[in-house]
């Protein structure tokens, strides 16, 4: 079996109870759409950018601003490095956000 296949379908073994959903490895584009008039700068030619990215896994539901800070708070959870420095980290808004 493919080792990539493999890793994908443990990890997806291991978080399938747990509420999370597992993404496998793979490629994407990244960036701004063809044909989008409302790209914005700092989101790359258009067409994107191909990456590729490891396997992880991802709630199942949206966590508020509220609940990732009590995962912070009882140790469980790492808090951002800095939300200051990114228009789109969300940490310092009203906790009730997504």
């Not at 747990?18 to 793979?26: E, F, K, N, R, S």
């Not at 601003?65 to 940490?91: K, M, W």
Request: glycine share 10%; with cysteine.
């Amino acid at each position: 079996m493919n080792r990539l296949i493999a890793l994908s379908l443990l990890l997806w073994l291991q978080t399938a109870w747990a509420g999370q959903v597992a993404v496998p490895a793979g490629p994407f584009l990244m960036g701004c759409s063809k044909g989008d008039n409302a790209c914005e700068q700092d989101e790359g030619r258009p067409g994107g950018v191909a990456v590729t990215v490891p396997a992880f896994v991802l709630d199942r539901h949206e966590v508020t601003v509220a609940d990732f800070r009590a995962c912070i708070e009882a140790g469980r959870c790492t808090p951002p490095l800095t939300h200051q420095r990114s228009a789109y980290c969300n940490f310092g808004a009203a906790d009730a956000r997504p």
